[in-house]
C-alpha cells in the first residue's frame, strides 16, 4: 500500500510560479516511478510529467517541457513539480502518482498508475 498527499497548490498570476509536493508513505518510495497528472474542469485528465526511482530519467508532456520540473528527494520521500511560467491553461486539480509495478519505466498512460493522491488546485489568472 502506497499513501500519497499533495501540497503546494494555489492561486497565482500568469507568468507566476509554484512548487507542489506530494509527500508518499507504505511501501520504500525509492523502489518505484512517480507521476504528476493534471484535470481542468470539463476535460479529461492528462499526463504532466514522471520520473523513475532515482530522478536519472524524466519525461514531460509537450506542453509543459521546459516550465515543468519534475524532482525526488528520496531520503524525504517526497516528488516535487516546479512550475514556472504558468499560463491560465495550466489551471487544474493536480494530481501524483505512484507506479508501484517499475522503478525505471516511464509511461504517460494513468492506467499504469495504481496510487494516486487526492489532489491540489492550481489556478493561474490572466
Known amino acids: 500500500q502506497v499513501q500519497l498527499v499533495e501540497s503546494g497548490g494555489g492561486l497565482v498570476q500568469a507568468g507566476g510560479s509554484l512548487r507542489l509536493s506530494c509527500a508518499a508513505s507504505g511501501r520504500t518510495f525509492s523502489s518505484y516511478t512517480m507521476g504528476w497528472f493534471r484535470r481542468a474542469p470539463g476535460k479529461e485528465r492528462e499526463f504532466v510529467a514522471t520520473i523513475n526511482w532515482i530522478g536519472g530519467i524524466t519525461y514531460y508532456a509537450d506542453s509543459v517541457k521546459g516550465r515543468f520540473t519534475i524532482s525526488r528527494d528520496n531520503a524525504k520521500n517526497t516528488v516535487y513539480l516546479q512550475m514556472n511560467s504558468l499560463k491560465p491553461e495550466d489551471t487544474a486539480v493536480y494530481y501524483c502518482?505512484?507506479?508501484?509495478?517499475?522503478?525505471?519505466?516511464?509511461?504517460?498512460?494513468?492506467?499504469?498508475?495504481?496510487?494516486w493522491g487526492q489532489g491540489t488546485q492550481v489556478t493561474a489568472s490572466s
Open positions: 502518482a505512484a507506479d508501484t509495478a517499475t522503478s525505471q519505466a516511464l509511461t504517460a498512460h494513468p492506467a499504469q498508475y495504481d496510487y
